[in-house]
């Protein structure tokens, strides 16, 4: 399967832990995004990175949140101290250029009791 | 960040009718409207872009229309099939990013 794959699929989680997601994008894209989707809402932007570049970071990500994409290809995203408001699916995207098709993947979703 | 809106956000319609979702946007400077189709518990996948050079695409039983000075746009769907029943979402661009609406979830009643 050559599309963007997300890992873990699932995570349940304690408040106040610490959780790492990763994506691997389809391997020639250079662009890759990272969203966060809830019940009945469309994705909202967290952050964008242009080969190991992060070029912009949604100004609604609160700096428990980081993410790197260290070589240019896959990118993980990390969530300190755990809420349970960023219980969420988290989902990532790759694109070969810029304003074009976002390739999303079948996404992290993440659970805080 | 740009403000896109769409409604309605539940639209049931029966086989073989047309359905109809707008959106509108808020930054002037956007050019690249997609339209994105997301089944239950599946990843978002496009199905119809315009590019703000254009004012309306078409893609066999799925259009789309633009209208620039207004900053809106819309989807068509003719002849709707139960399969065509999914979570439908626009988004526009600012710079290299997209935004996008809250979606509409479209039911066919077959």
């Known amino acids: 399967d050559t599309g963007v794959s997300q890992d873990p699929r699932h995570k349940i989680t304690k408040r106040g832990q610490n959780v790492t997601f990763r994506c691997d994008p389809i391997?020639?894209?250079?662009?890759l995004y990272w969203y966060r989707q809830t019940l009945g809402q469309g994705p909202e932007f967290l952050t964008y990175?242009?080969?190991?570049?992060?070029?912009?970071k949604s100004r609604l990500l609160s700096d428990r949140f980081s993410a790197e994409r260290p070589k240019g290809s896959f990118s993980t995203l990390e969530i300190q101290r755990t809420e349970q408001g960023d219980s969420a699916m988290y989902l990532c995207?790759?694109?070969?250029?810029?304003?074009?098709?976002?390739?999303f993947g079948e996404g992290s979703r993440l659970t805080v009791l | 960040g740009e403000n896109v809106e769409q409604h309605p956000s539940t639209l049931s319609v029966q086989e073989g009718d047309s359905a109809v979702i707008k959106c509108t946007y808020s930054?002037?400077?956007?050019?690249?409207f997609p339209w994105y189709k997301q089944e239950l518990g599946k990843r978002p996948q496009l199905i119809i872009d315009i590019r703000s050079n254009v004012g309306e695409k078409k893609d066999q039983r799925i259009a789309v229309t633009l209208n620039k000075t207004a900053k809106h746009f819309s989807l068509h769907i003719t002849e709707t099939q139960p399969e065509d029943s999914a979570v439908y979402f626009c988004?526009?661009?600012?710079?290299?990013?997209?935004?996008f609406g809250t979606g509409t979830r479209l039911t066919v009643i077959p």
């Open positions: 995207a790759s694109s070969p250029r810029s304003s074009g098709e976002l390739f």
């Open positions: 391997s020639e894209h250079n662009r």
């Open positions: 990175f242009q080969n190991e570049a992060q070029l912009e």
């Open positions: 930054d002037s400077a956007s050019n690249y």
């Open positions: 988004a526009a661009n600012r710079a290299n990013n997209l935004f």
